[in-house]
Nanobody, 124 residues
Framework: QVQLVESGGGLVQPGGSLRLSCAVS????????IGWFRQAPGKQREGVSC????????NYADSVKGRLTISRDNAKNAVYLQMNSLKPEDTAVYYC?????????????????WGQGTQVTVSS
C-alpha cells in the first residue's frame, strides 16, 4: 500500500527555520514526482514546491522562492522541505503528495496520493 507521512511541523518564530520530512512507502521516487502543498483556514490548498522523479529538478511558488528548498533521498524514499526566513503567512497545514510523472513543471502538480499533513505555525 502507498503511504506518505509528513513530520517536522511545529511552532516557530518569524524569521526562524523548520525542516519538514515526507516518508514514502509503496512507491519509488525514481518514478513519482513529489510536491509540497499547504492549506490555511478558509483558503484553497496551494502547491509550494515540487521535485521531478527523472532528474531531481525543482519548481517553487513565487511566494516561497529563496526561502524554501525541496530535496530528496531516493535510497531512503524520503523528501524534505527546508524552510528558512519563515513569515506568519507561511502558517498552514503542509502536505506532501505523489504524482506518477517524470517531471513537474509547476508546484501545483496533479497528485495520486496524499499524506495526512503536518501543522506549521509561524508566530512570535
Amino acid at each position: 500500500q502507498v503511504q506518505l507521512v509528513e513530520s517536522g511541523g511545529g511552532l516557530v518564530q518569524p524569521g526562524g527555520s523548520l525542516r519538514l520530512s515526507c516518508a514514502v512507502s509503496g512507491l519509488s521516487l525514481d518514478y513519482y514526482s513529489i510536491g509540497w502543498f499547504r492549506q490555511a483556514p478558509g483558503k484553497q490548498r496551494e502547491g509550494v514546491s515540487c521535485i521531478s522523479s527523472s532528474d531531481g529538478s525543482t519548481n517553487y511558488a513565487d511566494s516561497v522562492k529563496g526561502r524554501l528548498t525541496i530535496s530528496r533521498d531516493n535510497a531512503k524514499n524520503a523528501v524534505y522541505l527546508q524552510m528558512n526566513s519563515l513569515k506568519p503567512e507561511d502558517t498552514a497545514v503542509y502536505y506532501c503528495a505523489a504524482d506518477r510523472s517524470a517531471y513537474c513543471y509547476s508546484p501545483n502538480i496533479y497528485s495520486d496520493y496524499w499524506g495526512q499533513g503536518t501543522q506549521v505555525t509561524v508566530s512570535s
